[in-house]
């Protein structure tokens, strides 16, 4: 079962625009991931948020939780052409993660 | 630099054929994963492993098993593989923190013909 879905499926954009994403999970959870994946390889991890967090920060990343929502949103400032991938959410129940089917991000120059 | 290593980047099997997918980590993790990953599905859960000879069922674990008869290797095993199984195959690792990321490998691209 999913986890997560994240909103949009699908994202374009310039860069030095601002990308955001958003996902929802379903059941309770200790943390909430986001990771990236460039085509074809390996899941990378970006930023954890504690379920008594509301926000964080992370070089270019912002992450915010709303565990009242089940919510969470991610936000990359300033993309640039690498930030081209896909990006999942990932809610921790249990020690184990629940993806979603993420969110495909294309920063064109 | 510590890492997930998956044996095959790619790999074709015929139907029927017990498959081998192999992981290993360096980085003295008690708890490793595998996951497959299909389009616009996302990550679905197989099996995993907190601890050396131990496993639990993820989501989907039918037609898959899995053996860790040491530390840094969890490995996963398709009986008699099917069609329905072509996939990429992700594996990962996270130490006893919950509160860490997985570091994950760069996956193996399964082909059932």
Redesign the interface.
Same mark, same amino acid.
């Given at each position: 079962?999913?986890q %997560?879905e994240e909103d949009p499926q699908a994202l374009s954009i310039q860069e030095g625009e601002n990308a955001t994403m958003n996902c929802s999970y379903k059941t309770s959870i200790?943390?909430l991931?986001w990771?990236r994946q460039n085509s074809?390889? %390996? &899941?990378?991890?970006l930023i954890?948020i504690?379920s008594n967090e509301r926000e964080k920060h992370s070089g270019r990343l912002r992450v915010t939780l709303d565990t009242s929502k089940k919510s969470s949103s991610l936000l990359i400032t300033a993309s640039r052409a690498a930030d081209t991938a896909s990006y999942?959410c990932?809610g921790?129940s249990w020690?184990? &993660?629940?993806? %979603?089917?993420?969110t495909q991000v294309v920063v064109t120059p | 630099d510590v890492k997930v290593t998956q044996s095959s980047r790619y790999l074709v099997k015929r139907t029927g054929e017990k498959v081998f997918l192999e992981c290993v980590q360096d980085m003295d993790h008690e708890n490793m994963f595998w996951y497959r990953q299909d389009p616009g599905l996302g990550l679905r859960l197989i099996y995993f492993s907190y601890d050396v000879k131990m496993k639990e069922k993820g989501d989907i674990p039918e037609g898959y098993s899995v053996s860790r008869e040491k530390k840094e290797r969890f490995s996963l095993i398709l009986e008699s593989a099917s069609t329905n199984q072509t996939s990429m195959y992700l594996c990962a690792s996270r130490g006893a923190d919950v509160f860490y990321g997985y570091t994950f490998g760069s996956g193996t691209r399964l082909t059932v013909v």
């Open positions: 079962s999913q %997560g200790n943390n991931q990771y074809g390889r %390996g &899941l990378v991890h954890l504690r999942f990932a921790d020690g184990k &993660l629940q993806f %979603g089917a993420g | -």
